[in-house]
């Protein structure tokens, strides 16, 4: 596999989250091609074409960059950081999906130049319609830089 | 030889010369007489000589005599002529000495006329002085009479700050007193204080645990409930032709229950957050603010809702925390009155004891005072869920924010009556 046609990269360690999250996104129609990892680190070892992932073609990056803020190993908001540092990577879109807005985190996250930060709402019907909302957008609606 | 003999012997010699003889012998006669005079005379003079002789010879005892007494008294005097002598060695020593004394007398008389110039001259000035100083005097004399005076008018001033003086030290009497009984009341209050600040010790470290808990229970408990209601979602729209109708129902209980379980959380969470949120105070224009929410929020086509909305006094506060208060308020007003036919809400205000009281008043269903206690408090609710929905947490919300401006919320209500909540803030004074 060489993820070449991996369009969403979507790191979250809650595997019921994660579930919700790609039925949401698949079942709208928008992209089956996402990629979920659970934790940060593996997901930097995703864009660096490193570990497991050495054989990636780091040229061609996905779309849109999905990350849960509390995550084992490296959290979301350092993988935020690491990319959005790099002159390889910045352009990619990167989306804060997080259960609470009582995160503290959230000015730290537009700081480090996060390109949206989304509440998942709790509500299930809110919650696909949100998520759906969120692929329309990024998958369709924006522009992605090539 | 005698001097008759001679006599005798002239007598014959005339004798022998008769002319010469007889005239010698008238010469003789007369010389005879003579010297019988004479002789007599002569013995008178003898006799007298006699006496004196023995006048002479008392004289020479009385000089041998007084010789004897002349050599004593000479020995006497050799005598005293030796002390004498030795007095006058020794007086010749104490002369040697008054000269040297003398000597170094005038060297000092030298000195002294020296300084006698000086004294003189300092005398001169000294004069001068005397002459400044009597001028002075004078002066002082002038002055000294108007400061008697003055002293006069002093005294009186003196008697009248002495009476004073004396309602002086009375009232420090009885301040003294005050003082020491503060003196009490402040050790008590430092030990109060100090038990205060421990307890707020506490209290901060409390609070922060709370928060702590609060947004873990925000954030860990949202990820399950969401996931009951999105997995309960996924039944009910991939597997709807394996459930009969109550089973369907049974699925949208489990996801409205879930749902609701959200709000709570995220009711108790705003809740909790009230409490550190940073306050910005301003001046708040109420009446302004009031007209914006009923705009906003209360917009009902069919004007259902009758507004009687007085002018409001200003206050000042958290404009979104005050906003927050009035929201809750008229959303429970029109909520709780919902059933009547035409919903009546007045809003209103007065002044009292330097608070501004603002009111919300309804028509709707009320509440018993009997569960008041109740009324503020999280999660508590005095309508059932069917009747009118809700956390209960709204109230619990304007009491913390009212809390937070110094303020008090109160409310009063008849089952079925209508209600009226009142809040105070703080006067503007500008």
């Given at each position: 596999?060489?993820?070449?046609?991996?369009?969403?990269?979507?790191?979250?360690?809650?595997?019921?989250?994660?579930?919700?999250?790609?039925?949401?996104?698949?079942?709208?129609?928008?992209?089956?091609?996402?990629?979920?990892?659970?934790?940060?680190?593996?997901?930097?070892?995703?864009?660096?074409?490193?570990?497991?992932?050495?054989?990636?073609?780091?040229?061609?990056?996905?779309?849109?960059?999905?990350?849960?803020?509390?995550?084992?190993?490296?959290?979301?908001?350092?993988?935020?950081?690491?990319?959005?540092?790099?002159?390889?990577?910045?352009?990619i879109p990167i989306v804060i999906l997080t259960s609470s807005k009582e995160d503290p985190d959230i000015k730290q996250c537009y700081a480090l130049g996060v390109n949206s930060y989304?509440?998942?709402?709790?509500?299930?019907?809110?919650?696909?319609?949100?998520?759906?909302?969120?692929?329309?957008?990024?998958?369709?609606?924006?522009?992605?830089?090539? | 030889?005698?001097?008759?003999?001679?006599?005798?012997?002239?007598?014959?010699?005339?004798?022998?010369?008769?002319?010469?003889?007889?005239?010698?012998?008238?010469?003789?006669?007369?010389?005879?007489?003579?010297?019988?005079?004479?002789?007599?005379?002569?013995?008178?003079?003898?006799?007298?000589?006699?006496?004196?002789?023995?006048?002479?010879?008392?004289?020479?005892?009385?000089?041998?005599?007084?010789?004897?007494?002349?050599?004593?008294?000479?020995?006497?005097?050799?005598?005293?002529?030796?002390?004498?002598?030795?007095?006058?060695?020794?007086?010749?020593?104490?002369?040697?000495?008054?000269?040297?004394?003398?000597?170094?007398?005038?060297?000092?008389?030298?000195?002294?006329?020296?300084?006698?110039?000086?004294?003189?001259?300092?005398?001169?000035?000294?004069?001068?002085?005397?002459?400044?100083?009597?001028?002075?005097?004078?002066?002082?004399?002038?002055?000294?009479?108007?400061?008697?005076?003055?002293?006069?008018?002093?005294?009186?001033?003196?008697?009248?700050?002495?009476?004073?003086?004396?309602?002086?030290?009375?009232?420090?009497?009885?301040?003294?007193?005050?003082?020491?009984?503060?003196?009490?009341?402040?050790?008590?209050?430092?030990?109060?204080?100090?038990?205060?600040?421990?307890?707020?010790?506490?209290?901060?470290?409390?609070?922060?645990?709370?928060?702590?808990?609060?947004?873990?229970?925000?954030?860990?408990?949202?990820?399950?409930?969401?996931?009951?209601?999105?997995?309960?979602?996924?039944?009910?729209?991939?597997?709807?032709?394996?459930?009969?109708?109550?089973?369907?129902?049974?699925?949208?209980?489990?996801?409205?229950?879930?749902?609701?379980?959200?709000?709570?959380?995220?009711?108790?969470?705003?809740?909790?957050?009230?409490?550190?949120?940073?306050?910005?105070?301003?001046?708040?224009?109420?009446?302004?603010?009031?007209?914006?929410?009923?705009?906003?929020?209360?917009?009902?086509?069919?004007?259902?809702?009758?507004?009687?909305?007085?002018?409001?006094?200003?206050?000042?506060?958290?404009?979104?925390?005050?906003?927050?208060?009035?929201?809750?308020?008229?959303?429970?007003?029109?909520?709780?009155?919902?059933?009547?036919?035409?919903?009546?809400?007045?809003?209103?205000?007065?002044?009292?004891?330097?608070?501004?009281?603002?009111?919300?008043?309804?028509?709707?269903?009320?509440?018993?005072?009997?569960?008041?206690?109740?009324?503020?408090?999280?999660?508590?609710?005095?309508?059932?869920?069917?009747?009118?929905?809700?956390?209960?947490?709204?109230?619990?919300?304007?009491?913390?924010?009212?809390?937070?401006?110094?303020?008090?919320?109160?409310?009063?209500?008849?089952?079925?009556?209508?209600?009226?909540?009142?809040?105070?803030?703080?006067?503007?004074?500008?």
């Amino acid at each position: 596999m060489d993820y070449k046609d991996v369009e969403i990269l979507f790191a979250e360690d809650t595997i019921a989250d994660a579930t919700l999250t790609i039925r949401a996104l698949t079942k709208s129609g928008l992209t089956s091609k996402i990629h979920h990892v659970e934790d940060g680190a593996e997901a930097l070892d995703f864009i660096y074409g490193q570990g497991i992932y050495s054989m990636r073609d780091i040229q061609k990056n996905p779309k849109l960059i999905l990350l849960d803020l509390k995550m084992p190993k490296v959290s979301g908001i350092q993988v935020l950081e690491k990319i959005k540092v790099d002159p390889n990577f910045r352009s990619i879109p990167i989306v804060i999906l997080t259960s609470s807005k009582e995160d503290p985190d959230i000015k730290q996250c537009y700081a480090l130049g996060v390109n949206s930060y989304i509440v998942k709402p709790v509500d299930s019907n809110n919650f696909f319609q949100s998520l759906k909302e969120l692929g329309v957008y990024w998958m369709i609606l924006n522009q992605a830089p090539l | 030889m005698n001097s008759n003999d001679e006599l005798i012997i002239a007598n014959k010699k005339i004798a022998l010369h008769f002319i010469e003889k007889a005239k010698l012998v008238a010469e003789i006669e007369a010389a005879t007489f003579k010297l019988a005079f004479q002789n007599r005379e002569k013995e008178e003079r003898a006799a007298e000589l006699t006496i004196a002789n023995i006048e002479l010879a008392f004289q020479n005892g009385e000089k041998e005599r007084r010789a004897a007494e002349l050599i004593v008294a000479n020995q006497e005097l050799t005598f005293q002529n030796r002390e004498k002598e030795e007095r006058a060695a020794e007086l010749l020593v104490a002369n040697i000495e008054l000269a040297f004394q003398n000597k170094e007398k005038a060297k000092k008389a030298g000195e002294l006329i020296i300084a006698n110039k000086e004294l003189a001259f300092q005398n001169q000035e000294k004069e001068e002085r005397a002459a400044e100083l009597l001028v002075a005097n004078i002066e002082l004399s002038f002055q000294n009479k108007e400061k008697e005076k003055r002293a006069g008018e002093l005294l009186i001033a003196n008697k009248e700050l002495a009476f004073q003086n004396q309602e002086k030290e009375e009232r420090a009497a009885e301040l003294v007193i005050a003082n020491n009984e503060l003196l009490i009341q402040n050790v008590e209050k430092e030990s109060r204080a100090a038990e205060l600040i421990i307890v707020n010790k506490e209290l901060e470290y409390l609070n922060k645990e709370l928060e702590a808990f609060s947004y873990s229970v925000s954030h860990d408990l949202r990820s399950p409930i969401r996931a009951i209601s999105g997995f309960t979602k996924i039944l009910e729209e991939d597997y709807a032709d394996k459930f009969d109708l109550e089973g369907v129902k049974t699925l949208q209980s489990i996801i409205h229950n879930s749902n609701r379980m959200g709000v709570l959380i995220d009711d108790l969470l705003s809740f909790s957050k009230l409490g550190r949120k940073e306050m910005i105070v301003s001046k708040i224009d109420m009446t302004a603010l009031v007209k914006s929410i009923r705009e906003e929020l209360f917009q009902h086509p069919e004007n259902r809702i009758e507004f009687n909305v007085k002018v409001l006094p200003p206050s000042k506060g958290d404009e979104s925390l005050i906003r927050q208060v009035w929201v809750n308020l008229i959303s429970n007003a029109v909520k709780f009155s919902r059933n009547r036919p035409k919903t009546i809400i007045d809003i209103g205000a007065y002044e009292e004891n330097k608070f501004a009281v603002y009111f919300v008043k309804d028509n709707g269903a009320g509440f018993e005072m009997t569960y008041y206690d109740k009324l503020f408090g999280v999660f508590q609710r005095l309508h059932s869920q069917r009747e009118f929905e809700g956390t209960g947490i709204g109230l619990a919300i304007v009491q913390k924010i009212i809390q937070r401006h110094n303020g008090v919320v109160w409310a009063e209500s008849k089952l079925n009556d209508g209600a009226c909540f009142y809040f105070s803030l703080p006067i503007i004074t500008d």
